[in-house]
């Protein structure tokens, strides 16, 4: 299986260069690294370029917001299995390896999403039920202040409803009957409205607890508020 890693970006340069080096380090030799630059205005895309002359950066004229940036990196990769990554994330070794351990074991698995802690190892909500037509309307709503406690949903065991997309594996075939993006939500259900759709294809959504991924919780949000 061949991974494309998709990093969208939006004015968060210092994130984004750990994020890259965090993946390069971890990257195997027939997978790809694409930085989408959603018309950041602090050199990301150069300073990316720079840093990391292998990675792939896309640039979008304007700011297009978070859907558009991932749309455009999933058209412009190769890979049969995408990792969406915020930038405000880190990986470790072995992160990949586990993500393509995990949907070579198991032929029914569409979407994986790794268990986010923040920088001590403490857990942050990373996945959940099925949500209401309450959550949703909360969350579309771009009030970021209210979607967070909506988003602390119960789960049971690892197959869920749900899983954040700041660290969300898919397999190519998912995106073709469940993306793209949509465009017109704004902020937290994206990812969610995708997992919802691939479920209902008949995809298995589910949390991988023993792939980890560090995250600024929020960092690339407070750039794009």
Known sequence: MILSVIIPTYDTAELTLVCCASVVAALPNDAEL?????????????????????????????????????????????GDLVLLLNSDTRITTGTLDAYVKAFKDDPELGIAGAQLVNADGSVQWSAGAVP?????????????ALARP????RRTGNDVGWVTGAAMAFRRPVWAVA???REDFRFYAQDLDFCVRARRT????????????????????????
């Open 179 to 181: 993306g793209p993006l």
């Open 132 to 144: 209401t037509l309450l959550w949703m309307v909360v969350a579309v709503s771009g009030i970021a």
């Open 150 to 153: 909506f988003r602390k949903s």
């Open 34 to 78: 694409i930085v989408v630059d959603d018309g950041s205005t602090d050199a990301t895309a150069d300073r990316i370029g720079e840093a990391f002359p292998s990675i792939t950066v896309l640039r979008q004229a304007t700011n297009r917001g978070y859907s558009a940036a991932v749309n455009a990196g999933v058209a412009g990769s190769r």
């Open 202 to 225: 008949g995809w298995k959504v589910r949390l991988q607890p023993h792939v980890r991924v560090e995250h600024r919780h929020g960092g690339t949000i407070a750039k794009a508020t």
